[in-house]
């Protein structure tokens, strides 16, 4: 079944960047879109944008533009996110999702990772 | 492209039937069939339960349903139990080709 396994938890310094990898397995990687989503403590659910494995592309939600990068490599099935200029409400869980065959919803989620913006 | 609006919280007894809302515009929920409802544990990952706004994933109790009038999609969980109290998001795709998501509703079982 789809298996998405994330990198570990980060601390970073405000101003500096962060960049989370996404490795999938069983499933064809460059068939599904995948999407990153965050989650900051006690908060809700907010989406960042997709990525298209197939060819690169991308969909950044408005407010991250220009901060965020989400790329891939196909060699190795794994998919990256990047944030950039990290400040203190940054610190959030970030996921990474995609969808099945069996439905065109987000089933398949990362274990998540935790990213900490601290001086 | 604003948050959905989910009520902030819902309750319910054990065995009733309860309902959340989940309201955008014709941009996002109204104009297109893609609204998905997530179900949240504390330091869980989300859970699909329903896609396409009354899909169910294969292995989700039928006690979980999904429908939509115009701009308001809602969620309803029938006979309610004890493990049904968690967190729920809902989600619609957008006229930007994007994906927007609710702020979420605390579901106490009582």
């Known amino acids: 079944q789809v298996q998405l396994v994330q990198s570990g938890a980060e601390v970073k310094k405000p101003g500096a960047s962060v960049k989370v990898s996404c490795k999938a397995a069983?499933?064809?990687?460059?068939?599904?879109?995948i999407h990153w989503v965050r989650q900051a403590p006690g908060q809700g659910l907010e989406w960042m944008g997709w990525?298209?494995?197939?060819?690169?592309?991308?969909n950044y939600a408005q407010k991250f533009q220009g901060r965020v990068t989400m790329t891939r490599d196909t060699s190795i099935n794994t998919a990256y996110m990047e944030l950039s200029r990290l400040r203190s409400d940054d610190t959030a869980v970030y996921y990474c999702?995609?969808?099945?065959?069996?439905?065109?919803?987000?089933?398949?989620w990362g274990q998540g990772t935790l990213v900490t913006v601290s001086s | 492209q604003s948050a959905l609006t989910q009520p902030a919280s819902v309750s319910g007894s054990p065995g009733q039937s309860i309902t959340i809302s989940c309201t955008g515009t014709?941009?996002?929920?109204?104009?297109?069939?893609?609204v998905s409802w997530f179900q949240q544990h504390p330091d869980k990952a989300p859970k699909l339960m329903i896609y396409?706004?009354?899909k169910r994933p294969s292995g989700v109790s039928n006690r979980f349903s999904g429908s939509k009038s115009g701009n308001t999609a809602s969620l309803t969980i029938s006979g309610l139990q004890a493990e049904d109290e968690a967190d729920y998001y809902c989600?619609?795709?957008?006229?930007?080709?994007?994906?927007?998501f609710g702020g979420g509703t605390k579901v106490t079982v009582l």
């Open positions: 999702a995609t969808r099945s065959i069996a439905t065109s919803g987000f089933d398949s």
């Open positions: 396409e706004v009354t």
């Open positions: 990525m298209n494995p197939n060819n690169g592309g991308t």
């Open positions: 069983g499933y064809i990687f460059t068939g599904y879109y």
């Open positions: 989600t619609s795709y957008t006229s930007s080709s994007s994906w927007v």
């Open positions: 014709s941009s996002d929920v109204g104009g297109y069939n893609f």
